[in-house]
């Protein structure tokens, strides 16, 4: 999906143009894929734009920087600042927003730690990752070749640029045979998660996510997701799946910031259907708390102004 350009972008400390933001080609994180990011959303609400759980996510940033052993050289309070700074002085009322850190240039090899830490906030208009169709149809799944990754590998709790060339591939993959997203076991066999999204199948009306020992990443609009369904009264359990669970699901929906709330209508060509009463009550429920609709949520909406 193409980017807009917007005017500035906030680096290491100051806002600069969306053409002067740019890394020396020796930079340490294009060599080796040691950085570390999140993707947010902001909102248009009744009192301005709304970035949704941006704490979260920021709390989030630094906890796979740590991972890592990635020294961010600011607070979170200080990115949570920047991140708002940067939506307000693009005069943008919903935008996706992407904050990274790196490490940057004057080092090489494969030993990080002696690696200056970058940081970076941009932000951009971005409409729904998986198209209104997918939204509101849902959108065809196929089961990638490609595994997700052993957290004794490489760590999926942690959100590290190099580790989605593995989502990329399965995401290719998926594209190239016609499908709209790809879904990644374990090295186990288990149902661990999309390209960029958590997973949820419905079974005799209940919910079920599959958990982080799966390999799936905590997801921040997945945790919303599951406090919105128990306060609607549904049963939500974490537990693994395995991929006939998905053919035989009742429903199935996807979340992820990017994404959002996407119903699932086919697995390998097993059709689910059209999206289901669950889905749809999460859904209604979701796109008006992100808005600041939602009184019982609406401080998991952090307003810029």
């Keep these: 999906m193409p980017i807009t350009p917007t005017e500035k972008i906030w680096m290491d400390g100051a806002l600069v143009d969306w053409a002067d933001a740019n890394v ?42 740590k991972i890592y052993l990635i020294d961010i050289p600011f607070s979170p309070q200080q990115i949570i ?25 004057g080092e090489m090899g494969l030993n990080p730690l002696p690696c200056s830490v970058n940081v970076a906030i941009a932000v951009w208009p971005w409409a729904a990752y998986l198209g209104d169709e997918g939204i509101q149809h849902g959108v065809r799944m196929k089961i990638s070749t490609w595994q997700r990754h052993d957290p004794n590998a490489m760590p999926p709790a942690a959100k590290l640029t190099g580790s989605y060339v593995n989502s990329s591939m399965a ?25 960029g999204e958590n997973i949820f199948v419905v079974r005799n009306g209940r919910i079920i996510t599959p958990p982080v020992s799966a390999g799936a990443l905590e997801g921040i609009t997945q945790s919303s997701v599951m406090t919105i369904a128990r306060d609607l009264g549904i049963d939500v359990e974490v537990g693994n799946i395995l991929r006939s669970d998905l053919y035989t699901a009742e429903e199935a929906f996807l979340s992820g910031t990017a994404a959002e709330v996407v119903p699932i209508q086919s697995v390998d060509d097993r059709v689910i259907g059209e999206p289901g009463p669950i889905t749809r009550k999460i859904q209604d429920v979701y796109f008006s708390t992100v808005r600041g609709q939602v009184d019982q949520y609406k401080d998991w909406v952090e307003h810029v102004t």
């Design 171 to 195: 995401k290719v993959e998926a594209l190239n045979a016609g499908y709209d997203e790809a879904i990644l076991l374990s090295p186990q066999g288990y149902v661990s998660e999309c390209t």
């Design 81 to 105: 600042d920047a991140t708002k700074e940067t939506v307000r002085v693009n005069g943008l009322e919903s935008c996706y927003i992407r904050p990274i850190a790196f490490l940057g240039y």
């Design 24 to 65: 020396h080609v020796l930079t340490h994180s294009l060599h080796y894929g040691c950085g570390v990011f999140e993707g947010i959303r902001a909102y248009e609400t009744s009192q301005g734009p709304g970035i949704f759980r941006l704490t979260d996510h920021i709390n989030r940033l630094f906890a796979s920087a």
